[in-house]
């Protein structure tokens, strides 16, 4: 028992940054000591970070603590190397023969040996996790160019298949002839939509409007049913042009059929692959962010690293408050004077004119945001933030659950929980986000032709967050800016 008392009193003097007996020991705030030799080095490797952190706990303090040698815990260190200890391995050194005469004949490692051992296998596993990244971004890059060979696909699908349709019946073409204009129609169809054009005695084309003089005798286009007839086998059914002027009810024997123009076909093609292109790139960021938290990675300086975290976000519909107006394919909100129809959700916003992202975030990502006129607030915030009620619940960056930046032409404030905090730095209308999710960190920085930090957070998140935009007057935009994937890899 009183080996083990020896032991343990070994390691509670021992500086964790050296491994060895503290040195004129220093205490910081939070309890834990180090020699103030290796302590000052430590955080002259945080100077770019501004915020100097325990290396045990991971507290941070702001501005760098200036440490004075603990006289008591010196004393007791020298009084603790006169016991015939001179040093104080960390707990997963092994200790020598000499140390304990009972293990005699034992294979031992000194803690010099064991740091190269274990700072080998460090370097083998972060080989290892290096080769997972550019696998993964391999990966990445092959399914963009994937996606952007399907949504070729079909673009070409969709332009040979209003060939074959009818736009009067909105079907596959049946006895199909073709007008001088290079239009085709099935000859029944034509027939009875000219029908109500006797009285004009000019007989058009539904698509382009051309007229034609006398009514036209058309004849069964033989090459075209052929090809009709061959699509028919492949089990399409119905792919109406996308610019139809003759609707069901021009012919009767169509009417109160329902129908669908190739427009919204092709947005429903085009939303199912941006679907899948978004689930595949989330659960590639997400297993980058495992890798991320096994392997650190410095803080980015340039926009070029910071691009390597970006992440595709868009804003959700059934947030955004009925005084903001969503475009540019939901990325970009702008305050209206009049009140938008949207449908009741219980996400909506409604006392404050704020809209969240589709999209959570977790992770490493980065963001930007454009904002015009008089301003706006970026935030991030958990999706329990209050969408109704009192304001303080809901308004962005007074609450608990909302961080904020307020930007306008001359000034920056960041806010929490109601605390507002002036931020000084080089005025821009647009604004990057970084969020360090796993670390606690968020920072806010001025984008132009360079990055400049605006403010930085250190706190502990505890759920998944969300962007979070709230522009503020009538004609005030705020927009996610679109980074395209291969900018990212």
């Given at each position: 028992m009183a080996q083990k008392g020896v032991e343990l009193d070994q390691?509670?003097?021992?500086?964790?940054?050296?491994?060895?007996?503290?040195?004129?020991?220093?205490?910081?705030?939070?309890?834990?000591s180090y020699c103030i030799n290796c302590i000052q080095s430590f955080w002259d490797g945080e100077d770019e970070k501004r915020i100097y952190s325990c290396p045990q706990c991971r507290q941070g303090f702001t501005p760098r603590p200036v440490l004075m040698k603990n006289i008591m815990l010196a004393d007791l260190v020298e009084k603790l190397k006169k016991t015939g200890l001179q040093a104080a391995p960390a707990d997963h050194c092994y200790a020598?023969?000499?140390?304990?005469?009972?293990?005699?004949?034992?294979?031992?490692?000194?803690?010099?040996?064991?740091?190269?051992?274990?700072?080998?296998?460090?370097?083998?596993?972060?080989?290892?996790?290096?080769?997972?990244?550019?696998?993964?971004?391999?990966?990445?890059?092959?399914?963009?160019?994937?996606?952007?060979?399907?949504?070729?696909?079909?673009?070409?699908?969709?332009?040979?298949?209003?060939?074959?349709?009818?736009?009067?019946?909105?079907d596959l073409l049946k006895d199909p002839g073709t007008l001088h204009c290079g239009h085709s129609y099935c000859i029944n169809c034509i027939q009875s939509f000219w029908d109500g054009e006797d009285e004009k005695r000019i007989y058009s084309c539904p698509q382009c409007r051309q007229g034609f003089t006398p009514r036209p005798v058309l004849m069964k286009n033989t090459m075209l049913a052929v090809l009709v007839e061959k699509v028919k086998k492949t089990g399409l059914q119905a792919a109406p042009a996308d610019h139809c002027y003759a609707g069901a009810e021009?012919?009767?024997?169509?009417?109160?059929?329902?129908?669908?123009?190739?427009?919204?076909?092709?947005?429903?093609?085009?939303?199912?692959?941006?679907?899948?292109?978004?689930?595949?790139?989330?659960?590639?960021?997400?297993?980058?962010?495992?890798?991320?938290?096994?392997?650190?990675?410095?803080?980015?300086?340039?926009?070029?690293?910071?691009?390597?975290?970006?992440?595709?976000?868009?804003?959700?519909?059934?947030?955004?408050?009925?005084?903001?107006?969503?475009?540019?394919?939901?990325?970009?909100?702008?305050?209206?004077?009049?009140?938008?129809?949207?449908?009741?959700?219980p996400d909506r916003f409604i006392p404050v004119c704020q809209v969240l992202s589709r999209e959570s975030l977790s992770g490493r990502?980065?963001?930007?945001?454009?904002?015009?006129?008089?301003?706006?607030?970026?935030?991030?915030?958990?999706?329990?933030?209050?969408?109704?009620?009192?304001?303080?619940?809901?308004?962005?960056?007074?609450?608990?659950?909302s961080w904020a930046l307020y930007c306008d032409p001359i000034s920056y404030i960041f806010q929490h929980n109601k605390v507002q905090t002036p931020v000084s730095g080089p005025q821009s209308s647009r604004v990057g986000v970084h969020l360090d999710h796993s670390a606690g960190i968020l920072s806010f920085y001025s984008v132009s032709e360079t990055m400049t930090l605006l403010h930085r957070v250190q706190t502990t998140f505890t759920q998944p967050l969300y962007a979070g935009l709230w522009p503020y007057a009538y004609g005030d935009t705020a927009e996610l800016c679109e980074v395209k994937l291969t900018e990212v890899i």
């Open positions: 390691e509670s003097f021992s500086c964790s940054i050296c491994l060895d007996l503290l040195k004129d020991p220093g205490t910081l705030h939070c309890g834990h020598g023969a000499e140390d304990v005469d009972q293990h005699k004949g034992h294979d031992t490692m000194s803690a010099a040996a064991e740091r190269t051992e274990r700072q080998r296998e460090l370097e083998g596993s972060r080989q290892n996790i290096q080769q997972r990244i550019q696998d993964t971004e391999k990966d990445v890059k092959l399914l963009q160019q994937e996606v952007e060979a399907i949504s070729r696909s079909a673009d070409k699908a969709v332009e040979h298949s209003e060939k074959i349709f009818c736009s009067i019946c909105l021009d012919v009767d024997q169509h009417k109160g059929h329902d129908t669908v123009s190739a427009a919204a076909e092709r947005t429903g093609v085009r939303d199912k692959l941006q679907d899948a292109l978004r689930d595949t790139w989330t659960n590639v960021s997400l297993t980058v962010t495992e890798v991320d938290v096994l392997l650190p990675q410095p803080e980015p300086k340039t926009r070029a690293e910071f691009f390597r975290y970006s992440r595709h976000i868009t804003l959700d519909p059934n947030t955004v408050s009925t005084w903001l107006l969503l475009s540019e394919g939901n990325r970009k909100v702008t305050v209206t004077e009049e009140e938008q129809s949207y449908s009741d959700h990502c980065y963001w930007e945001v454009e904002w015009r006129r008089t301003g706006a607030c970026l935030a991030v915030t958990y999706k329990n933030i209050s969408r109704a009620g009192v304001l303080d619940e809901c308004r962005f960056g007074h609450n608990d659950k």
